[in-house]
């Protein structure tokens, strides 16, 4: 777990350094444009992630800043750990106690979690929003899974630029081959990590479901690249000049609430976020349970949309996981029977500790 981080030239913070004081739960309060979110941002990246907007390192770096910018941590291990960017990088690094470091290895120090506004609407929004959602999920523990994703994109985007330019049967085969394969090893670990988060999960379950994945779920890996190549290989032409084919790239996530006994989409606003947190809270459980590591979960705005039972639970429940949270909200009296917690007020890019 984290025992303190600073920030350097991160979004609206010129300087800023928060200590936990060794608590597990931190809880973070101010007026909205204060810089609340960035302080979850800068924790997104220690696990490596580019953060949990995604965006272009340039823009995290303070507006009237050098271009650059830093975010250090002290950790529970006596570990130290560092994302920097300079400004006439491309990319940022990272540094383990002192050492250059690749941004992979920071995830074996931390794996992070978080919800925002955004995910908020996961289960009404489009199925390529849950898709996203659920495989950053998945690989946490599969670390191959987000560069299988991305090299599936790329094969369909070089397949349907094959198939403009005519390429021969020979060309074709090698390319669905490949897709085929990697098409099977995403829908494996995607069942994969349903079925186990749904043992941690409470009053909801997760499916999955999709062309790819219901050929696993009735035959096996090696029958289902040969099936899904068949398929490649009888949809080999292009329909107003695009490639439509079923496949991973078409698989949704649903999420039963078991309690109202109704897909999650269909309850309201407030049930869906606390179906959202329970799935949060159960995937972190499934990261101590795997990996001995204490998950960091982030949640912005993190009581938006829950009355006070939905609270009360999640607040019981927090101090009961085997993870550090670091939350966000605007009013700390809502926060205030939160168990193990250190707060902070963030004013104007301003943070402190609250004695």
């Known amino acids: ?158 397949r349907a630029g094959a198939l403009k330019m005519g390429a021969d049967d020979k060309w074709m085969d090698a390319l669905d081959t490949q897709i085929a394969a990697v098409a099977v090893a995403i829908a494996a670990a995607r069942i994969q990590y349903a079925g186990e988060v749904n043992y941690f999960l409470n009053d909801a379950a997760v499916s999955v479901a999709g062309m790819v994945e219901s050929m696993i779920m009735n035959s096996n890996a090696a029958d289902s690249e040969r099936e899904y190549f068949a398929y490649l290989k009888k949809n080999r032409m292009l329909i107003n000049d695009k490639m439509v084919l079923d496949g991973v790239n078409k698989s949704d996530f649903g999420v039963f609430n078991q309690v109202l006994n109704l897909p999650s989409n269909l309850t309201s606003t407030g049930q869906q976020k606390t179906t959202l947190l329970n799935l949060i809270l159960a995937h972190a459980k499934l990261v101590f349970t795997k990996t001995g590591m204490s998950p960091i979960i982030l949640l912005d705005e993190a009581a938006a949309h829950l009355d006070s039972d939905a609270r009360a639970k999640l607040f019981s429940e927090l101090g009961k996981n085997n993870a550090q949270v670091w939350a966000t909200g605007l009013d700390a009296d809502v926060f205030r029977d939160v168990p193990d917690a250190e707060f902070v007020a963030c004013i104007n890019g301003v943070a402190h500790n609250i004695i």
């Open 1 to 158: 777990m984290i025992e303190s981080i600073t920030l350097t030239d991160f979004r609206n913070h010129k300087t800023c350094r928060i200590g936990t004081g060794g608590h597990r739960n931190i809880i973070i309060t101010g007026p909205n444009g204060a810089g609340k979110t960035a302080i979850l941002e800068a924790l997104s990246m220690l696990s490596g992630d580019r953060g949990m907007r995604g965006a272009p390192m340039n823009e995290v770096a303070r507006f009237d800043g050098a271009g650059g910018f830093s975010v250090y941590a002290n950790l529970q291990d006596d570990s130290e750990i560092c994302v920097y960017f300079n400004p006439t990088d491309t990319n940022r690094h990272a540094r383990i106690d002192g050492e250059n470091a690749t941004l992979s290895e920071l995830s074996k120090k931390i794996r992070a979690v978080w919800v925002t506004p955004r995910e908020d609407r996961i289960f009404t929004d489009a199925a390529s929003e849950r898709r996203a959602f659920f495989d950053r999920m998945t690989a946490c523990f599969d670390s191959a899974h987000a560069g299988r994703v991305a090299k599936h994109a790329k094969l369909f985007t070089e």
